[in-house]
């Protein structure tokens, strides 16, 4: 596709349920990032993936987070057993490499009831 | 560690008139800065970059910005607005010491008087 996409672009669960998002990056882009924007924080960093590496797991909010990306490509963020604070919309980026643009996609709006 | 300060939640301006979003930085390292814009509902677009060439750095839509580094600022401004230029703004920073991994500041949203 010609820009990163994530789905769903709209996601309402009730608390204590499991979700998964989800973010395809522009092909051929190394690096994939996952942040958060929410009222009370702002845009914060959440994960980070760079080729091969072992993820950046820094940004993660609690152990209740977790992210994969399968093949280089696409990545899923996973938010077990969610609490209203995770309410949120959720951003994906992806550049060429480490100190690239960053392109970010449409973000997926997640309301936890 | 990096971090970014935008001065001002909120900015009001007239049709026409400048535009100027006010950021500051602080970083240990040569900073990469940025300026994103956001329109409801939509993501975030790069309005302009800084990655330490030249300091008065031009983007997109008219916007442009100047590094100063003994003011650690990078104030963003337009000679004039359009109606167009209401959304939100977020000033950004990275650099090599956390990976490019970006910082944002809190953000200015821009309304634009008629």
């Known amino acids: 596709g010609a820009g990163v996409s994530q789905s769903p672009s709209n996601k309402v669960t009730e608390k204590g349920k499991d979700v998964e998002l989800r973010c395809d990056p522009i092909?051929?882009?190394?690096?994939l990032y996952w942040y958060r924007q929410s009222l009370g924080q702002g845009l914060e960093f959440l994960i980070y993936?760079?080729?091969?590496?072992?993820?950046?797991k820094s940004g993660l909010p609690s152990d209740r987070f977790s992210a994969e990306r399968t093949g280089g490509s696409v990545s899923t963020l996973t938010i077990q057993r969610t609490q209203q604070e995770d309410s949120a919309v959720y951003l994906c980026?992806?550049?060429?490499?480490?100190?690239?643009?960053?392109?970010f996609g449409p973000g997926t709006r997640l309301t936890v009831l | 560690a990096q971090s970014v300060t935008q001065l001002g939640s909120h900015v009001s301006v007239s049709e026409g008139a400048l535009v100027l979003l006010r950021c500051n930085y602080s970083?240990?390292?040569?900073?990469?800065l940025f300026w994103y814009v956001q329109y409801p509902n939509q993501g975030l677009q790069l309005l302009l970059k800084?990655?330490?060439?030249?300091?008065l750095v031009k983007g997109i839509n008219g916007f442009e910005a100047e590094f100063k580094k003994s003011e650690t600022s990078f104030h963003l401004t337009k000679p004039s607005a359009h109606m167009s230029d209401a959304a939100e703004y977020f000033c950004?920073?990275?650099?090599?010491?956390?990976?490019?991994?970006?910082?944002f500041g809190a953000g200015t949203t821009v309304t634009v008087r008629a």
């Open positions: 980026a992806s550049s060429l490499g480490v100190g690239n643009e960053q392109f």
């Open positions: 092909s051929g882009h190394t690096a």
């Open positions: 993936f760079q080729g091969n590496s072992a993820p950046d």
């Open positions: 970083s240990s390292v040569p900073p990469y």
């Open positions: 800084y990655t330490s060439a030249a300091t």
């Open positions: 950004a920073v990275s650099d090599r010491s956390n990976d490019y991994k970006l910082s």
